[in-house]
C-alpha cells in the first residue's frame, strides 16, 4: 500500500537548519510531484513546497514564508524527498508531513493526490 516515512524533525534553535526526509513506497514515484506540508498547532494544514516528477525549476513551488530559506529535492533511485530547512523560526515550529500532490509549478502546488498521509515529523524551532 501507498506509505510515506517522514523523519528528520527535532528540536533547533533558532536560525538554525534541518534536513527532512520522506521515504515513499507503494506507487510509482518518479512519476509523481511530490510536496511537503506543515501542521502547526491549532492551524490548518498548509502547503511548504513542492517538486514536479521531472527537474526544473519552473516545476518547483514554495510558499511565500519560507522561499530563500528552504529548499525541496528529490532522489528518484531512492524514492525520496528531501526539505532542507535553514534560517529556522519558531513560526516555523510544525508537523512536516510530505504527500503525492497533483502538479507542481513555480506559482503553485496541488492537493494530496492520493489520499494518504504518514505520521509526520515534528520539527520544534525554540531557544
Known amino acids: 500500500q501507498v506509505q510515506f516515512l517522514e523523519s528528520g524533525g527535532g528540536l533547533v534553535q533558532p536560525g538554525g537548519s534541518l534536513k527532512l526526509s520522506c521515504k515513499t513506497s507503494?506507487?510509482?514515484?518518479?512519476?509523481?510531484?511530490m510536496g511537503w506540508f506543515r501542521q502547526a498547532p491549532g492551524k490548518e494544514r498548509q502547503k511548504v513546497s513542492c517538486?514536479?516528477?521531472?527537474?526544473?525549476?519552473?516545476?518547483?513551488y514554495y510558499a511565500n514564508s519560507v522561499k530563500g530559506r528552504f529548499t525541496i529535492s528529490r532522489d528518484n533511485t531512492e524514492d525520496t524527498v528531501y526539505l532542507q530547512m535553514n534560517s529556522l523560526t519558531p513560526e516555523d515550529t510544525a508537523t512536516y508531513y510530505c504527500a503525492a500532490v497533483a502538479y507542481s509549478t513555480q506559482y503553485s502546488c496541488g492537493d494530496n493526490s492520493l489520499a494518504t498521509w504518514g505520521q509526520g515529523t515534528l520539527v520544534t524551532v525554540s531557544s
Open positions: 517538486i514536479g516528477y521531472r527537474a526544473g525549476a519552473d516545476r518547483v
Open positions: 507503494g506507487f510509482a514515484f518518479e512519476h509523481y510531484a
